[in-house]
């Protein structure tokens, strides 16, 4: 089944302990869209600027990624530019340069119009509630957000949030939407916001989902959380792009399965973690853009070994 | 099989979010006694003041923990006082007395020289050194330290972790100990100092384990480690000796067990998340002082749901 993502498609340059790369093809919706192309078919709604070169393109069209979606208009694409070097778990922004994205009105190709899954990742909520009025016939909607729309627009988040069935987002954007510190009691307010289900990202700990019963009636909902781990990796080069890279995994296997149950979005979660861990072992998209499908089924043996007990 | 535990045994005031406990019956040994005491025979080595009445000491005999070797000695007991109210994942000394443990001397009865299993609590490692030395047939020994061991008396320190079967500490600890950031290099020096596995606690996001490949021959040693959950709670009340129950339910699962294998190891991981996440819903020992077996079995099978595909 097809995957429409709306986000940013961007230019990043990042500095971290391994190195430094310059103007790397990124943005949410790119980490998520590789991620993704892994597990099933994906088409792109962002818009990018006169930089932005077929050469730029063809990243996403060599792995099968429908592009038409992506707008080419006048001026400089999206740009940010990041450091990492006090603190590989937090980003320092250096730079912010919207650009062409500050104007952006998205247009639904018609040939996306019969994408099952919508993904909003991060974007002005009106953005992303605008993207959702267009795609009515999308079954399964999941998005991201980050503090700026949470502090900033919240009640245009709200609306967004009342249309989600899963909200992916990390420690930090949980305790500040909820306004309670503790997780648990977090997740239980954001389900009452409208998410069916929340997933929040750890970061190197992994990641929990929290189910509403509306998702999956007659189970344990939130009594029961699930936790999938994350790889300790050695060297982490570059963790941009890794929470989009994780959602890209997770909502891509939901799209290839005939239908959404709890153990279908468990083991979502685990290749969620699986595409995260791939993402960060090189700068931007380096990695994601040649995986092997061996190795990401190798991966996934590889967290349920580092988490099951037989 | 004896798990014998050489600790503090002491009295706790704490303050959390909560409310507040004065002068509860804590100190590491007590903590770690009272989680394996659910798995095997526990035996303490510890000293007390005058202060600690028959009374006291009954919490641990009443979960059939042999106190033989607690001495009773003139002057007050080893006291800590702590506050959780700016966060409930670090403590906040108020004050410290060691009072009778200044000037403690580790004596052995007789009757624990049999004990098989050997866990060092966090102590002066020069006292874990004299305990070590006088339990030559203690054929699985484990420890646990803290920072200002690992800063003021590295060379001590260092003497202890040659000997140790497994060393447990908090993800502070093993990057200051290594003096490395990362978590897996950092594990890997840590192994190299002798310990043949390494346990880091993660508080509310579980514990993650190193192997060398002398505690486990033939199999995968350091290139997998392995990932236990923690259970989400609505509400952590004392985090208090989260991390000496944690060592207790792991160290008194191992005991029980016919031989430490690598699925033994794994299952008692389990177990020490299932006694932290117990010690932290009361203040002080309050939950682990009566627990029955038949919550600590359902409550694996909890963490075995949150954390397994099926």
Redesign the interface.
């Known amino acids: 089944m097809s995957i429409l993502v709306v986000g940013s498609v961007a230019f990043d340059t990042i500095e971290t302990p391994s190195g430094r790369a310059e103007r790397c093809v990124g943005g949410a919706a790119t980490h998520f869209a590789l991620a993704a192309s892994y597990f099933t078919d994906v088409r792109v709604i962002a818009v990018v600027g006169e930089d932005f070169t077929a050469e730029h393109e063809e990243i996403l069209k060599r792995r099968g990624i429908d592009t038409r979606g992506i707008e080419h208009t006048k001026g400089k694409s999206f740009f940010w530019s990041g450091s990492y070097l006090k603190d590989?778990n937090e980003a320092q922004t250096l730079n912010t340069e919207l650009n062409v994205f500050q104007s952006f009105s998205p247009k639904i190709p018609a040939e996306y119009e019969d994408s099952e899954f919508l993904f909003l990742a991060n974007i002005d909520p009106v953005l992303q509630a605008d993207v959702r009025r267009k795609m009515p016939r999308a079954k399964l909607v999941c998005g991201d957000t980050m503090n700026y729309w949470i502090n900033d627009h919240a009640e245009n988040l709200a609306r967004v949030l009342k249309g989600l069935d899963g909200l992916l987002i990390n420690d930090t954007e949980v305790k500040l939407l909820a306004k309670e510190?503790?997780?648990?009691?977090a997740?239980?307010k954001i389900l009452e916001m409208g998410p069916k289900s929340l997933v929040v990202k750890?970061g190197?700990?992994?990641a929990?989902a929290f189910f509403s019963d509306r998702l999956f009636p007659g189970e344990d909902g939130i009594s029961?959380?699930?936790?999938?781990?994350a790889l300790?990796?050695?060297?982490?080069v570059d963790p941009t792009g890794a929470g989009d890279s994780f959602a890209g995994g997770f909502f891509g296997y939901i799209a290839s399965q005939k239908e959404l149950t709890s153990?279908v979005f468990?083991?979502a979660m685990?290749y969620g973690g699986v595409m995260g861990s791939f993402a960060v072992e090189r700068f931007g998209t380096e990695r994601l853009q040649k995986l092997d499908p061996n190795e990401v089924e190798e991966r996934f043996a590889?967290f349920?070994?580092?988490?099951?007990?037989?």
């Open positions: 590989l510190g503790n997780l648990v009691a997740a239980e750890h190197e700990y992994g929990t029961v959380p699930f936790r999938a781990p300790p990796l050695a060297e982490v153990a468990k083991k685990f590889l349920r070994k580092l988490s099951h007990l037989e």
